[in-house]
């Protein structure tokens, strides 16, 4: 037996996220990264980007999800995407976002040229599983005339790259894709759970309404799709709490009208199957004739969501 070269990863100088923390199902992947593609060629290149750099975290039910968005919601979906992970939501900073693009420049470092940096499969597992205890590297395979072979330990369990063809290009051993399928599987209630279909991406729609001589309304359309609300027990209603904030400024930027209420949303479930597909809120005020700008935001205090809308008015 030759002698074995062992070569390590460097580590960040803070904590790295547990190996089982970006862990996935690998053999369904494989196949779902391409799915779809022609479809995804249709989105502008910011989104794209997006649904390539998260393609080993990515759900196929997000994916198709995200596809059907209205393209105006995509930013939030991006945004609940990631939140979603976020191991610490009462931090500025979102730990597994910023460890998983960390991996994903280790990974273009260490495994530039032709073996494809982070999309290689040495660059999948390292993104997934974060870096082994050991690496070791056989440049001439395990005897003379076998291809090179890099053995990859996390703890007992080892993960096996092939260069087949002597190009520098690693491949995952089946038998190792095997194996790490099956302790994904045995880690899925760590997993993520995702974005599912429904989803509440909070949002409302502004118009507004001139009533006479210096007086005039702000309508807000708020779909009950999209609004969290939560079971009160005393009345067996569905409600929330809507804070409402309008700020309303002159032609040269100076505030004309500030103001903050909360509006009380109940409905019973009868009431809630006969209504509209909207609750709609109004705001009437009252300002000189002229030109002004309306800037209006709608938080639903049962989730914490938010949404901000601004538009020109003239009366």
């Known amino acids: ?109 260490l495994f530039r040229g032709g073996d494809g940096g982070w999309l290689s499969d040495r660059g999948r597992i390292l993104i997934l599983l974060g870096e082994p205890e050991r690496r070791d590297v056989y440049p001439t395979g395990y005897s003379f005339y076998e291809p090179p072979v890099e053995i990859w ?78 079971l009160n027990e005393a009345n067996r209603a569905y409600e929330t709490r809507l804070k409402l904030s309008v700020r309303i400024l002159g032609e040269d930027g100076s505030p004309a009208l500030e103001k903050e209420e909360l509006r009380l949303v109940s409905v019973t479930n009868d009431m809630l199957a006969g209504l509209g597909k909207d609750l709609t809120l109004e705001f009437p005020f009252e300002l000189p004739a002229g030109s002004y700008v309306a800037r209006v935001s709608l938080e639903n205090t049962a989730d914490g969501t938010q949404a901000r809308k601004e538009l020109k008015i003239r009366f």
């Open 1 to 109: 037996m030759k002698s074995i070269r062992v070569r390590r990863f460097s580590r960040p100088a803070t904590g790295a996220l547990p190996v089982v923390a970006l862990s996935l199902l690998l053999l369904p992947l494989l196949a779902s990264c391409s799915a779809g593609a022609r479809r995804v060629r249709d989105l502008p290149p910011e989104e794209r980007q997006f649904l390539s750099e998260v393609r080993y975290l990515i759900s196929k039910k997000e994916r198709r999800i995200f596809r059907s968005t209205p393209a105006e919601e995509r930013p939030k979906f991006i945004e609940e995407f990631w939140k979603q992970r976020d191991p610490d939501p009462t931090t500025e900073e979102n730990e597994f976002r910023d460890e998983y693009y960390r991996r994903i420049g280790e990974a273009n470092r």
């Open 153 to 230: 330990f996390y703890g007992m369990f080892p993960v096996i790259f092939v260069d087949y063809q002597r190009e520098g290009i690693y491949r995952l051993d089946p038998s190792s894709a095997r194996r790490i399928s099956m302790l994904n599987i045995a880690q899925m209630e760590l997993k993520p759970q995702g974005i599912e279909r429904d989803v509440r991406l909070f949002d409302f729609t502004l118009s507004f309404r001139a009533l006479g001589p210096g007086k005039a309304k702000l309508q807000m359309q708020v779909p009950y799709r999209v609004t969290n609300l939560v």
